[in-house]
């Protein structure tokens, strides 16, 4: 049985014939490692921070933009609350369908479960409505009760983009998870193909 990640969903509304590529035929295609370098290093760290290992030669080992990003999410309000779980895999069923993900973090205090999801790069451009922020806050909510919050942390710009979860996000995920059972995939060439790692061998 598949479980859907956001990836897939994002993947899926953007292209059906890229998600067909990717998902079903399992065809990777090769990407600018440089890209996520430093993305990776932090989620790392912040993991085994978090975990309680000693990281003092890892935090060396950081050039000084890596640094920056790290002091910054290590002063984060949110990432000093309480510990749960890190790089946590969390799936729930809606529908049909299962749906999960792997938190970057999820901390607590006396009111809220926080899921913490660090961003090197750009938060996404309608983060209530993004298909991490809702996968994450339905999985998470399934276990943890409705008292949970979603934080993307942009450690580019050193601030909080804070989620509640007060809205119905089982709908929106059933509506992409039916478009994906019942969708034939046809080839749209458009702009998005000019990005696309998929291109060369798309017709
Ligand atoms: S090249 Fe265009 S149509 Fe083909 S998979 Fe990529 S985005 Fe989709």
């Not at 003092?56 to 949110?78: C, G, H, P, Y």
């Not at 996404?124 to 399934?142: G, R």
């Not at 039916?178 to 080839?187: A, F, G, L, Y």
Request: hydrophobic residues 30%; charged residues 30%.
């Amino acid at each position: 049985m598949t479980s859907f990640s956001p990836n897939m969903l994002k993947t899926f509304e953007t292209c059906p014939q890229k998600y067909w590529f990717k998902y079903v035929q399992k065809i990777s295609m090769p990407q600018k490692a440089s890209y996520f370098e430093k993305g990776k290093k932090v989620h790392a760290l912040a993991n085994y921070y978090l975990r309680g290992d000693d990281i003092s030669k890892l935090e060396t080992a950081l050039n000084t933009d890596e640094r920056i990003v790290w002091e910054n999410l290590k002063q984060n309000e949110f990432f000093q609350k309480s510990y749960v779980n890190s790089e946590y895999n969390l799936s729930c069923k809606v529908g049909e369908y299962w749906i999960g993900g792997r938190l970057d973090a999820l901390v607590k205090d006396e009111n809220f479960y926080y899921i913490l999801d660090y961003k090197t790069g750009q938060i996404p451009k309608n983060p209530e409505y993004d298909y991490q922020t809702m996968v994450y806050l339905l999985c998470a909510s399934k276990k943890f009760g409705k008292n949970i919050k979603f934080v993307y942390i942009d450690l580019k710009n050193n601030q909080n983009c804070v989620i509640d979860f007060d809205k119905d996000y089982e709908k929106p995920i059933l509506e992409i998870c039916d478009k994906i059972k019942n969708t034939q995939t046809s080839v749209e060439r458009s702009k998005k193909c000019d990005f696309c790692e998929y291109r060369k061998i798309c017709i």
